[in-house]
């Protein structure tokens, strides 16, 4: 399976192990074949290119150390390189020194894209932080991949938070993905986590979250700003859970080995303003021990195979066992493997009623 978190070397990510020893072995290489050999060998443009190659993982210093042992090697007469002229001597000294110079703008530039790459993570995590693995009554875990590689936060955001009234739970997707939907999230979020604190029912919370956009959108012109969400709200015992949905499927129920996708009124779409004219529904379900609720955006929903069969998320997501963290990644590498080319943004949140804890 590909691994999609992973950040690759083009990416960002640190060179490998082989990158940093390739300029040392290929000038050890020449050394060794140059001595081995009985008859001179013409391998001295070898040389050339170990400057080049050291500027991809070596800093300016190392660098041009790596330059000045080419220029000593290509002159050492036990070597017999090719019996250099002062053209060739020219043409590597100039190749050594333009290398160190590169790999100053090099090192200059690396250094500011992991300051700005930790600013932009210290940020994103600002917006939506790591679930807690408990929140009152309710054990919770979450997974997000965004869309756009190299960020943390896209176009789908969740969040649980504990109030005056239970545990509330909101997961939802904005229009679009990327970084250009961050700033809408982190609208929502606000908003959420606000209402959640003076709003008596999950109802009133997703009239809030709508209003809020209608909000944010009413200053550009021709705005078609919009999100799908859904809000829950466990009980203080967290035996039931009440359940509105705004554009949006509700959570399957995991229940003794099956999934049942539970059967809620999916009303209006966030930020369209209709609040008052078709005001949100929920429903309350009952839960048992052992239940589970799982959530999923469309990204899982409509990812689709080679074929263009949508992934069989009921099918397929009661033969995973495991913790609660595991079933979510246990899906994600799943629907990886069934959908490699996926595009949009991947949420998954589970949710369970715990324990009583002991005091």
Do not use: K
């Not at 992934?311 to 994600?332: C, H, K, N, Q, S």
């Amino acid at each position: 399976m590909r691994d999609r978190d992973r950040r690759s070397w083009l990416r960002g990510a640190p060179p490998p192990g082989w990158v940093r020893v390739l300029p040392v072995a290929l000038l050890a290489g020449v050394c060794a074949a140059a001595l081995a050999s009985p008859e001179p060998l013409d391998i001295g443009f070898l040389l050339g290119a170990i400057p080049p190659l050291a500027v991809l993982s070596y800093r300016p210093l190392a660098t041009a150390v790596l330059g000045v042992l080419v220029l000593v090697v290509l002159h050492v007469p036990a070597f017999r390189l090719n019996d250099p002229g002062s053209t060739d001597a020219l043409t590597l000294g100039f190749v050594a020194a333009l290398s160190v110079v590169v790999s100053f703008v090099r090192s200059r530039r690396d250094a500011q894209l992991v300051t700005e790459r930790a600013i932009a993570e210290a940020v994103q995590r600002a917006v939506v932080p790591p679930l807690p693995e408990r929140v009152a009554g309710v054990r919770c875990a979450g997974l997000y991949r965004a869309a756009q590689r190299g960020t943390l936060v896209g176009g789908d955001f969740f969040d649980v938070r504990e109030g005056p009234c239970g545990v509330r739970v909101v997961m939802g997707d904005v229009q679009g993905h990327g970084l250009s939907a961050v700033a809408t999230v982190a609208s929502l979020l606000g908003a959420f986590r606000e209402a959640v604190l003076d709003l008596l029912d999950p109802e009133s919370v997703a009239v809030r979250l709508d209003r809020r956009l209608v909000v944010d959108s009413a200053a550009v012109r021709h705005s078609e700003l919009f999100a799908t969400a859904v809000v829950l709200e466990f009980g203080a015992d967290a035996r039931a859970v009440r359940i509105v949905a705004c554009g949006q499927a509700g959570p399957v129920l995991l229940r003794d080995g099956r999934a049942v996708a539970l059967d809620v009124p999916v009303g209006t779409p966030l930020g369209l303003g209709l609040s008052d004219v078709s005001p949100p529904t929920g429903v309350t379900v009952r839960l048992r021990p052992g239940d589970r609720l799982f959530l999923a955006s469309d990204g899982v929903w409509e990812a689709r195979d080679a074929s263009g069969a949508f992934y069989p998320l009921l099918d397929r997501i009661t033969g995973f066992a495991g913790d609660l963290p595991d079933l979510a990644e246990r899906v994600w590498a799943d629907l990886v493997r069934y959908a490699p080319a996926l595009q949009d943004d991947v949420t998954m949140l589970v949710l369970e009623p715990a324990a009583p804890e002991v005091r």
